[in-house]
């Protein structure tokens, strides 16, 4: 069965330092994966998605993530953070028929201290 | 253009009554998923729908719980008798198809509480 393992529920950085959000993946075939993001009262939304093409994945907010199949590893990382970041990451792989399934993480908290 | 909506935003309702929960897609996507968001289970599958095919009702936690989609476009989420472990964030996504990799796009859910 396909699951997702964040490895930090909270993580906190200083404004302007980086950001690395861990998350390995546990997927009988090669998976797709995801990263989202719920601001709080907010929606979720997507920040990147991993669908077999490049390894290095770039999304919104100048956030990006490594897929590295060897590590079953689908990090996302920043290089500056920012006070906006404040927010919950979720890690998430497909799974089910047609990839129909999200299979979430429990989530990591960002918090970015000023 | 408009993205999900959901309908109620918030809904307090006594245990043991039943309780319908509504989900507007985005026009023209063909697939649509429930998920629920509480604090011990996290971010959990209920339902999926894509076009006229057999929904995949795998995630469904019991038999009080039933969904329905109707002229392939809105959706409405049924708790029967609930209980207070129903108490959670009901949030709805869809998507264009459900090939490998679509993204899915999440309304901004309802918030279920059960007293």
């Known amino acids: 069965a396909q699951s997702v393992t964040q490895l930090d529920s909270h993580v906190s950085v200083s404004e302007g330092t980086p950001v690395l959000l861990r998350c390995n993946y546990s997927s009988s075939y090669s998976p797709s994966l995801f990263w989202y993001v719920q601001h709080p009262n907010k929606g979720l939304q997507l920040l990147l998605k991993y669908t077999s ?23 996302l990382t920043k290089p500056s953070a920012h006070m906006s970041d404040a927010a919950e990451y979720f890690c998430v792989v497909t799974a089910g028929r047609e990839g129909n399934k999200l299979v979430f993480g429990a989530g990591t908290i960002l918090r970015v201290k000023s | 253009g408009a993205g999900v909506s959901q309908s109620p935003s918030n809904k307090v309702t006594e245990k043991g009554k039943d309780v319908e929960l509504r989900c507007d897609p985005i026009s023209g996507h063909t697939a649509l998923y429930w998920y629920r968001q509480s604090l011990g289970q996290g971010l959990e599958f209920l339902i999926y729908f894509q076009g006229n095919s057999a929904p995949d009702k795998s995630g469904l936690p019991s038999d009080r719980f039933s969904a329905e989609r109707t002229g392939g476009s809105v959706s409405t989420l049924t708790i029967q008798r609930t209980q207070q472990e129903d108490s959670a964030v009901y949030l709805c996504a869809s998507s264009l198809g459900a090939a490998w990799g679509g993204e899915q796009y999440f309304g901004p859910g309802t918030r279920l509480t059960v007293t």
């Open chain 1, 53 to 75: 093409a490049a390894t290095l994945v770039k999304g919104i907010n100048g956030f990006e993530a490594e897929f590295k199949k060897s590590e079953t590893s689908f990090h």
